[in-house]
C-alpha cells in the first residue's frame, strides 16, 4: 500500500490573565492509503462481510473499500427501469417487476470506510480555580453499510415502510427508450420483500455517509488546593465529567461508531449493533 497523508496542530491562547485563561488546540489530519499490489496472481483481498456487501482490499482501490450490488446503469449513470412487458397480471407477458429497478449482477465499488478527513477540537476556560473543558471530535467522509436498516425494511418494521401503499416513481430512465421514468409503482410488501430491502436486494441503497460531529467529552472540575497548603496534600480536585453527550450526523442508524465485526480490518458495518452509550463521571483527583 501507499500512504499520503498530513497532520496539523495549532495551540492558540486567545485569553490569560490573573483570573481567566482560554486555550484552545485543533488537531486536523487526512490520510489516504491505497492498495498497490497484493499477492502474485491476487487482485482482491476479502476482509469481512457477507455475500453483499464485503470489505476488501483491491488493487487500485482505496484501503477498506465496500463492495456490493447496486442497480442496472445506464452509460450517463442513470438507474434503468424495467419497462419491459405489462404490468397486468392477467397479461400473458405479465412483468412483475414494471416500473421496478433491476438488480445488476456485477458486484462493484460502492465507496469506501475511511474518512476523508478527521479533526478534533478541545478548547478550556478556566475562572480562578473552576475549569471547562470541552472537546469535539469530527469526522468527514467515509462510507457505511446500514444493515440494520436493510432488514427492516424487509420485515416492515423501519420508518422508511409506513407508507407502503402510497405512489412512488423511481428516479432513472426507462429501460426500452431511455426516457425519464414516469411508472408510478407501489413500494409494498411483496417490493421489500423482493429487491427493495438490503436482506434480500442489493446493499447499494443501504450504503450511508458516516460523517459526524459529537461532543466527544465534557468536564467541569474545581481545584481546592490552595485550601491545603500547609497539608502534606499537594492538589485536590473534584469534576464532573460527560462522555458522547450529543452527536450530529447524517447516518441513519443510531450512531457511526459502531462495527459489527469490532477491531478488524473490516470496518464500516452496521448490522444490529450495540449502540454507543453516554456516561457521567464524578471524581476526585489528589496529589501528594
Sequence with gaps: MTTNGHEVTLDIIPIKSKNWEWDITVNFSAIKNKVTALAPGIQNLFLGGFTDPQIRAVVGQPYRSIFGFEWMKDGNGKVIIDNTGSPDPKSADYNPNYGYPTQDPEMKSLGNVDPDWTMGAGTTLRWKDLSLYLLFDIKSGGKMWDG???????????????????????????????????ISVKLNQDWRNGAGSGFSGPSVDYIENSSWVRLRTVTLSYSLTKLLKKT?????????????????????????????????????????????????????????
Excluded: C, H
Design 148 to 182: 440494520t436498516r436493510g432488514v427492516m425494511d424487509y420485515f416492515g418494521t423501519s420508518a422508511g415502510t409506513l407508507n407502503r401503499d402510497d405512489n412512488y416513481v423511481f428516479d432513472g430512465v426507462l429501460a426500452t427508450n431511455g426516457q425519464p421514468n414516469n
Design 232 to 288: 502534606f496534600i499537594k492538589g485536590l480536585e473534584v469534576y464532573l465529567t460527560g462522555t458522547n453527550l450529543w452527536l450530529k450526523t447524517p447516518y441513519k442508524g443510531i450512531d457511526p461508531e459502531t462495527n459489527l465485526l469490532g477491531t478488524s480490518n473490516a470496518q464500516g458495518m452496521d448490522y444490529f449493533n450495540m449502540p454507543g452509550t453516554k456516561s457521567y463521571t464524578l471524581g476526585l483527583t489528589l496529589a501528594f
